[in-house]
């Protein structure tokens, strides 16, 4: 709210609707979500007993519903990707991609409180943290160079020019920064 951001929190008895857009019941929605939870907290003693690479989380998820068989309907099924879709929303990743080791490790950083979503979208944030900020949009860059410099940081764009700062905020997506672009 500090930002000019208007937030509307989701009530906690919020239903999911289906694809149909009708009211899927809580305690339908309740099963599978302790099913699903159950299953999260089965991954590291399934890495473990696999004791080699690294997997997917939606591969060690896939092989525990098959193996576990408590999923019996298309609708719980779909519920349980919808909590998958969660896990996806939170961590900016498909399910696929995400380490079954690592996933998690940044569990303690996570935000608390309520589940809000903002009335005029993600670009309000970004526009009420920015204000008095230099934000330049379209602004490929090439390089950043940080370390022992005097003139602070300096970040290299595509055409040439070089910005200069006293620090550089990177919000790359994982993905990006992992693939070394």
């Known amino acids: 709210r500090r930002y000019g951001v208007d937030l509307y929190q989701a009530p906690p ?9 009708v009211a899927i019941y809580s305690s339908d929605d309740a099963y599978v979500e302790k099913v699903f939870n159950d299953m999260l907290h089965k991954v590291p ?12 989380l939606g591969s ?12 019996k309907s298309k609708e719980q099924m779909q519920l349980f990707q919808w909590h998958c879709a969660h896990v996806e929303y939170a961590t900016a990743a498909d399910i696929h991609s995400l380490s079954a ?3 998690a490790a940044d569990d303690e950083n996570a935000f608390e409180g309520e589940h809000c ?4 979208g993600y670009r309000s944030l970004a526009q009420g943290l920015s204000k008095g900020l230099d ?5 490929e860059v090439v390089e950043v160079r940080h370390k022992d410099s005097p003139e602070g940081c300096q970040v290299v764009l595509k055409d040439g020019r070089v910005i200069h700062g006293d620090m550089v905020l990177v919000t790359l997506p994982l993905g990006v920064r992992v693939c070394d672009r």
């Open 135 to 139: 934000v330049r949009l379209e602004a």
């Open 117 to 120: 979503l903002l009335r005029q």
């Open 13 to 21: 008895e919020t239903l999911i609707h289906d694809s149909k857009g």
């Open 101 to 103: 080791r690592n996933w």
């Open 60 to 71: 060690v998820l896939d092989r525990l519903v098959e193996r576990e068989g408590k999923l």
């Open 45 to 56: 003693r399934e890495m473990a007993r696999e004791a080699g690479e690294d997997e997917s």
